[in-house]
């Protein structure tokens, strides 16, 4: 399968503690994508890559969040000193330039 | 800020039915609208996109429209099967990059 894949699926951990997930796009796109969804809600911008370079952070990217694409291929997401509001889906996807973005299963954390 | 609403938030028919699914959008001046199916606890699948250009897409019994100008968008399934409940999301790219989502329109198609 040739689609985005995500890792891990879930994440359990405790307040404070810091997680990493990682996020393997479609190989010839160029474009990567963050983004979060609580229950009930779409999915909200946090922050893309073009090739390596990161382009654009939302606010909601508080400075406890850092991501990273460091050769132009997959990426990771980094959550330190985890709150109980970080608990969502985080989603990723990738796009060719501009075009029709495709969305990996997502990673589902819970902070205890 | 480009807001998206989606109503309703939730429907229930019986299978046959032909669904109607609304979306509208704040800004008009958006470069495509992508609507999306999410089962629960999973991903999101891409359903159609429709280039701004454009006044509507097909996929089998799924049909999309877009009035860009007043800043809708629809989507019909026709004769529904219980294997189409889900959540439906409609998906805004105001910029080059991201995507402005509505909160989804939960279905469910009783048998």
């Known amino acids: 399968d040739t689609g985005v894949s995500q890792n891990p699926r879930h994440k359990i951990t405790k307040r404070g503690q810091n997680v990493t997930f990682r996020c393997d796009p479609i190989?010839?796109?160029?474009?990567l994508y963050w983004y979060r969804q609580t229950l009930g809600q779409g999915p909200e911008f946090l922050t893309y890559?073009?090739?390596?370079?990161?382009?654009?952070k939302s606010r909601l990217l508080s400075d406890r969040f850092s991501a990273e694409r460091p050769k132009g291929s997959f990426s990771t997401l980094e959550i330190q000193r985890t709150e109980q509001g970080d608990s969502a889906m985080y989603l990723c996807?990738?796009?060719?330039?501009?075009?029709?973005?495709?969305f990996g299963p997502g990673t589902r954390l819970t902070v205890l | 800020k480009q807001e998206v609403t989606q109503i309703p938030a939730a429907l229930s028919v019986p299978e046959g039915e032909n669904l109607v699914l609304n979306c509208s959008f704040t800004?008009?001046?958006?470069?495509?609208l992508q609507w999306f199916r999410q089962d629960p606890g999973k991903g999101l699948t891409s359903l159609l996109l429709?280039?701004?250009?454009?006044r509507e897409q097909t996929s089998g019994r799924l049909n999309a429209s877009l009035d860009k100008s007043s800043g809708r968008s629809t989507l019909y399934i026709a004769a529904s099967q219980p294997g189409d409940s889900a959540t439906y999301l409609c998906?805004?790219?105001?910029?080059?990059?991201?995507?402005?989502f509505g909160a989804g329109t939960t279905v469910t198609v009783r048998a």
């Open positions: 996807a990738s796009s060719p330039l501009g075009y029709e973005q495709f």
């Open positions: 190989s010839e796109h160029n474009r």
């Open positions: 890559f073009q090739n390596e370079a990161q382009l654009e």
């Open positions: 800004d008009s001046a958006i470069y495509n």
């Open positions: 429709i280039q701004s250009s454009q």
């Open positions: 998906a805004v790219r105001p910029s080059d990059y991201k995507l402005s």
